[in-house]
């Protein structure tokens, strides 16, 4: 059979565009539900679109088999609606932690104490794997499965039925008789490692999202509003608790978790029945050997009593039972070695350090890179100058031990010195930014006055590192906020050359054939890597997709409508260090052009003394001055900047005065802290009302705006006679 989905459309037969209609409306359903409803896209936004023009050109050359559920006739899925909630009647507790056998020889202790009266009692427990992976507990009435829930915070849960009746290891009905009328079983829901690693192949065939680890996946699965996901996730499930019952399952744990296999449940094969401290770590060491083989992830064992009615007697603690204990494995290891050190550019220029690894599997996950933070960290030291790995080095050719915990991401934890190579050599990590050669420096922290533990390239906007990441900035929500010009959009234009620096974005029309066949060459790339990776060839390249010229007139359009972006905005575009959007406010608030900053920003570039030159503005600190003082004094920035105002013209920041207001031609203090608004709002929003802001009170002084905690302002104020009122009292005046 031919596939049908990279069949040009106008060689389609009728019942083959009827079947290709149906087929892009359920895959386009799927991927709106993952991307609207789960927050995980699961295609690229370019797959996603092509699916949607190759329906559009089905659908315009078949018009008459336009289905009713066609998402031509719908924008994106409808908003996630959450899951219900069910609260637990009883809880779903958590479980007290040893770590070593002496905690495991405390537990027992305790119990023995607890029971000492009772001379004849003859006190036994289980040991038993902890599943890596996620509760769930299963409600069973008259032995059919009617609801099922997540653990939640414990006490209220997500009703996920339909998602865990996808899953097989959860009988549908009970087998065999004589459970309970009604019954919550419980258990973890988990993932194998084959088939989180079919999963990521899956999805790195298709372009789609990267998975972590095999738990976060499981949770992932979990909770998708459409089931059938769920059902494709293959997730499994072990019995080995319960919640409410009209009758206990048993008169021990032991027979209770037997009793669920006889129901039809999984249970797992490991649990044994033990009446020692020696029998319960002899399990644990059993267990632990056989933890690299069992397929899933397993983070300990756990011992639990086994009498219920002991278990009822010994009780709980604020949401832990007495009567258990989870005995956690240490963090899976594995010894691998170091191929090479990368150095990766941030936007505000951080050189990071990263180990690419010979590939090794830690506890069913590959693991190859594993971040070196920063040349301190490699030379075996940490921010404060103290030891780590006992001080050994990281070079490579190394052999090192790596470990994972859980959800902990990977990290080297020693180095095999006896395995290092003989022409191993310290890493020499660069003085120079790897990107563009910039000198690359270690600033000293105003505050600690020692120095940064990071390397920063120093050549801001000529770095093609940063300046990628600059652009992205550019036009990022709080900052242009350029409609279709993602990061993707970014990354290309700037490979091709088609936009190197703000002011570029803004000739891009002017390059309007190249934009497009940057553009439509990497769809075509992204199309033969999936063909590649799916082992299916289209026979003709050419496509609808070519021919869609509207969105780059949108995006022109987009461009165009910013081109008088309000100051502050633009102020906070530049992506200045330190100046984040409340900074770029009373940047503009202060200086009200663009000029009037340069003009400023050079000046105090230029002083000796450059705090002592820039105004005293609330809200701008030694940083920021330091921060402008960098940018400003960059000549390279000026020639940016300069391209960039021809383009763009920012608004004045315009204060509107208002005369009428109440406390027009006041003279207005805050003091104490404030709790609706910043500082700087305030004298902002005092300002517009046509009050002055002063920094200290005096006979001048109309109102002191007192928040709590203010202390010798308030008293100079009530010595003059000064009106004080409280932060709530000004919003009632001003009428806020
Ligand atoms: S018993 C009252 N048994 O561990 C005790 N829990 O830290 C209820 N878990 O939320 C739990 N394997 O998700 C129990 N064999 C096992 C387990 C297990 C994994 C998880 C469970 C629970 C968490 C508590």
């Given at each position: 059979?031919?596939?049908?989905?990279?069949?040009?459309?106008?060689?389609?037969?009728?019942?083959?565009?009827?079947?290709?209609?149906?087929?892009?409306?359920?895959?386009?359903?799927?991927?709106?539900?993952?991307?609207?409803?789960?927050?995980?896209?699961?295609?690229?936004?370019?797959?996603?679109?092509?699916?949607?023009?190759?329906?559009?050109?089905?659908?315009?050359?078949?018009?008459?088999?336009?289905?009713?559920?066609?998402?031509?006739?719908?924008?994106?899925?409808?908003?996630?609606?959450?899951?219900?909630?069910?609260?637990?009647?009883?809880?779903?507790?958590?479980?007290?932690?040893?770590?070593t056998d002496e905690d495991v020889v405390d537990f027992i202790t305790r119990g023995k104490r607890f029971f000492e009266r009772d001379r004849d009692l003859d006190i036994a427990f289980t040991a038993e794997p902890k599943i890596d992976g996620l509760s769930a507990s299963l409600l069973y009435e008259n032995g059919v499965f009617v609801r099922g829930a997540t653990r939640g915070d414990g006490a209220v849960g997500e009703d996920i039925t339909a998602n865990l009746r996808t899953i097989k290891d959860i009988p549908q009905k009970l087998k065999g008789s004589g459970w309970p009328a009604s019954i919550e079983i419980r258990g973890e829901v988990y993932m194998t490692y084959a088939e989180f690693q079919a999963l990521k192949a899956r999805s790195a065939a298709s372009g789609g999202q990267d998975y972590v680890n095999p738990r976060n996946t499981a949770a992932g699965s979990l909770r998708q509003k459409d089931a059938s996901v769920t059902a494709s996730r293959n997730l499994k499930?072990?019995?080995?608790?319960?919640?409410?019952?009209?009758?206990?399952?048993?008169?021990?744990?032991?027979?209770?978790?037997?009793?669920?296999?006889?129901?039809?449940?999984?249970?797992?094969?490991?649990?044994?029945?033990?009446?020692?401290?020696?029998?319960?770590?002899?399990?644990?060491?059993?267990?632990?050997?056989?933890?690299?083989?069992?397929?899933?992830?397993?983070?300990?064992?756990?011992?639990?009593?086994?009498?219920?009615?002991?278990?009822?007697?010994?009780?709980?603690?604020?949401?832990?039972?007495?009567?258990?204990?989870?005995?956690?494995?240490?963090?899976?290891?594995?010894?691998?070695?170091?191929?090479?050190?990368?150095?990766?550019?941030?936007?505000?220029?951080?050189?990071?350090?990263?180990?690419?690894?010979?590939?090794?599997?830690?506890?069913?996950?590959?693991?190859?890179?594993?971040?070196?933070?920063?040349?301190?960290?490699?030379?075996?030291?940490?921010?404060?100058?103290?030891?780590?790995?006992?001080?050994?080095?990281?070079?490579?050719?190394?052999?090192?031990?790596?470990?994972?915990?859980?959800?902990?991401?990977?990290?080297?934890?020693?180095?095999?010195?006896?395995?290092?190579?003989?022409?191993?050599?310290?890493?020499?990590?660069?003085?120079?930014?790897?990107?563009?050669?910039?000198?690359?420096?270690?600033?000293?922290?105003?505050?600690?006055?020692?120095?940064?533990?990071?390397?920063?390239?120093?050549?801001?906007?000529?770095?093609?590192?940063?300046?990628?990441?600059?652009?992205?900035?550019?036009?990022?929500?709080?900052?242009?906020?350029?409609?279709?010009?993602?990061?993707?959009?970014?990354?290309?234009?700037?490979?091709?050359?088609?936009?190197?620096?703000?002011?570029?974005?803004?000739?891009?029309?002017?390059?309007?054939?190249?934009?497009?066949?940057?553009?439509?060459?990497?769809?075509?790339?992204q199309a033969k890597q999936r063909e590649a990776a799916s082992g299916k060839t289209r026979k003709n390249v050419r496509s609808v997709e070519d021919r869609n010229y509207e969105g780059l007139d949108k995006l022109f359009k987009a461009i165009d409508e910013r081109r008088e972006p309000e100051l502050d905005r633009f102020i906070f575009a530049l992506g200045i260090r330190h100046i984040g959007e409340t900074t770029a406010s009373v940047l503009a608030r202060t200086f009200s052009t663009m000029e009037e900053l340069i003009r400023v920003g050079k000046e105090t570039a230029a002083a000796e003394d450059p705090k002592a030159v820039f105004p005293s503005v609330d809200g701008i600190g030694g940083t920021v001055i330091e921060a402008l003082v960098d940018f400003f004094g960059n000549e390279r920035n000026d020639d940016v900047l300069e391209r960039l105002l021809q383009q763009v013209h920012p608004k004045p920041y315009v204060v509107n005065v208002s005369a009428d207001s109440v406390v027009a031609g006041k003279t207005v203090v805050f003091t104490g802290s404030l709790e609706k608004m910043s500082r700087s709002e305030a004298k902002a929003m005092a300002e517009r009302l046509g009050a002055k802001v002063a920094g200290s009170v005096s006979a001048q002084t109309d109102i002191l705006v007192a928040g709590p905690g203010a202390g010798s302002k308030l008293k100079k104020a009530e010595e003059l006679g000064v009106e004080v009122i409280s932060e709530d009292d000004w919003f009632e005046r001003v009428g806020k």
């Amino acid at each position: 059979m031919t596939d049908l989905s990279s069949k040009p459309v106008d060689e389609l037969t009728e019942p083959e565009a009827d079947a290709e209609l149906a087929r892009l409306a359920a895959a386009i359903a799927a991927a709106d539900i993952a991307y609207h409803q789960n927050d995980a896209p699961e295609i690229t936004d370019a797959a996603y679109d092509a699916m949607r023009r190759r329906n559009d050109a089905i659908e315009e050359a078949f018009p008459h088999l336009v289905r009713e559920d066609s998402p031509s006739l719908s924008v994106g899925a409808p908003p996630a609606e959450g899951f219900a909630k069910v609260r637990h009647a009883v809880p779903m507790l958590s479980l007290a932690k040893a770590y070593t056998d002496e905690d495991v020889v405390d537990f027992i202790t305790r119990g023995k104490r607890f029971f000492e009266r009772d001379r004849d009692l003859d006190i036994a427990f289980t040991a038993e794997p902890k599943i890596d992976g996620l509760s769930a507990s299963l409600l069973y009435e008259n032995g059919v499965f009617v609801r099922g829930a997540t653990r939640g915070d414990g006490a209220v849960g997500e009703d996920i039925t339909a998602n865990l009746r996808t899953i097989k290891d959860i009988p549908q009905k009970l087998k065999g008789s004589g459970w309970p009328a009604s019954i919550e079983i419980r258990g973890e829901v988990y993932m194998t490692y084959a088939e989180f690693q079919a999963l990521k192949a899956r999805s790195a065939a298709s372009g789609g999202q990267d998975y972590v680890n095999p738990r976060n996946t499981a949770a992932g699965s979990l909770r998708q509003k459409d089931a059938s996901v769920t059902a494709s996730r293959n997730l499994k499930f072990f019995a080995y608790a319960w919640g409410a019952t009209t009758e206990d399952p048993a008169a021990t744990q032991y027979d209770a978790v037997q009793k669920f296999a006889e129901w039809g449940f999984q249970v797992s094969p490991l649990m044994v029945r033990a009446k020692s401290v020696d029998e319960l770590i002899a399990q644990y060491r059993l267990i632990e050997e056989q933890r690299s083989s069992l397929g899933y992830d397993i983070d300990g064992v756990v011992y639990k009593v086994d009498q219920l009615e002991l278990q009822r007697r010994w009780g709980f603690v604020t949401g832990e039972p007495r009567w258990a204990v989870a005995h956690k494995f240490p963090a899976e290891q594995a010894t691998t070695t170091v191929k090479r050190i990368d150095i990766q550019v941030g936007r505000t220029g951080t050189l990071a350090p990263v180990a690419r690894l010979e590939p090794v599997t830690v506890g069913g996950v590959v693991v190859e890179n594993v971040t070196l933070h920063n040349e301190d960290y490699i030379k075996g030291f940490d921010s404060n100058g103290m030891p780590i790995r006992e001080g050994v080095d990281i070079r490579i050719g190394d052999t090192v031990v790596i470990q994972r915990a859980g959800d902990v991401i990977p990290q080297i934890v020693r180095v095999v010195l006896e395995k290092r190579p003989p022409d191993a050599v310290p890493y020499e990590f660069p003085h120079e930014c790897p990107v563009c050669g910039s000198p690359a420096t270690r600033e000293i922290n105003e505050k600690t006055g020692k120095e940064d533990s990071r390397r920063r390239c120093t050549g801001e906007l000529i770095c093609p590192a940063q300046a990628v990441e600059g652009l992205r900035h550019f036009v990022s929500r709080g900052a242009l906020d350029i409609e279709g010009l993602g990061a993707e959009n970014i990354e290309l234009f700037f490979s091709k050359g088609l936009v190197r620096t703000a002011a570029d974005i803004f000739t891009l029309h002017e390059r309007r054939p190249a934009v497009q066949q940057a553009l439509a060459e990497r769809r075509e790339g992204q199309a033969k890597q999936r063909e590649a990776a799916s082992g299916k060839t289209r026979k003709n390249v050419r496509s609808v997709e070519d021919r869609n010229y509207e969105g780059l007139d949108k995006l022109f359009k987009a461009i165009d409508e910013r081109r008088e972006p309000e100051l502050d905005r633009f102020i906070f575009a530049l992506g200045i260090r330190h100046i984040g959007e409340t900074t770029a406010s009373v940047l503009a608030r202060t200086f009200s052009t663009m000029e009037e900053l340069i003009r400023v920003g050079k000046e105090t570039a230029a002083a000796e003394d450059p705090k002592a030159v820039f105004p005293s503005v609330d809200g701008i600190g030694g940083t920021v001055i330091e921060a402008l003082v960098d940018f400003f004094g960059n000549e390279r920035n000026d020639d940016v900047l300069e391209r960039l105002l021809q383009q763009v013209h920012p608004k004045p920041y315009v204060v509107n005065v208002s005369a009428d207001s109440v406390v027009a031609g006041k003279t207005v203090v805050f003091t104490g802290s404030l709790e609706k608004m910043s500082r700087s709002e305030a004298k902002a929003m005092a300002e517009r009302l046509g009050a002055k802001v002063a920094g200290s009170v005096s006979a001048q002084t109309d109102i002191l705006v007192a928040g709590p905690g203010a202390g010798s302002k308030l008293k100079k104020a009530e010595e003059l006679g000064v009106e004080v009122i409280s932060e709530d009292d000004w919003f009632e005046r001003v009428g806020k």
